[in-house]
């Protein structure tokens, strides 16, 4: 008798049925939680560094990037890796370990977020 038991495959969300934490700031006023979201991602973005963090794993072919091809941002490695964390746990980058390397992606639902939030500006 085996102790294998078949899990069922889950499909990937299509990036249309993401829901956007927020309305565009021109459409109504935040709700307390809404408010509470949004400023933990601004927040995490408001340090130059995770910015530019942010910016290399979004602009990396492929659109996800290693720890080794984004970590030359004048910063100590363990720096980095406290960056990258405040990045993840703000919801702005998800991460998987492949060997001893971790490669960091941009939510695509993120940047979709957070352009409707601020597209009714200017």
Not at 64 to 73: Q, R, T
Not at 109 to 116: I, P, T, Y
Request: proline share 8%.
């Amino acid at each position: 008798m085996s102790n294998v038991k078949a899990l069922p495959l889950l499909e990937p969300e299509a990036p249309e049925a993401v829901v956007p934490c927020c309305p565009p700031l021109t459409e109504r006023p935040f709700t307390a939680e809404e408010a509470e979201r949004t400023a933990r991602m601004f927040k995490a973005l408001g340090d130059p560094v995770r910015l530019r963090l942010f910016s290399a794993v979004a602009s990396h072919a492929g659109g996800e990037a290693c720890v080794c091809d984004i970590s030359d941002v004048g910063v100590s490695q363990p720096t980095v890796s406290h960056h990258l964390k405040k990045l993840k746990e703000a919801g702005l980058l998800t991460s998987e370990r492949r060997g001893t390397w971790v490669y960091y992606r941009v939510e695509p639902s993120v940047v979709a977020a957070m352009g409707q939030i601020l597209g009714g500006l200017g």
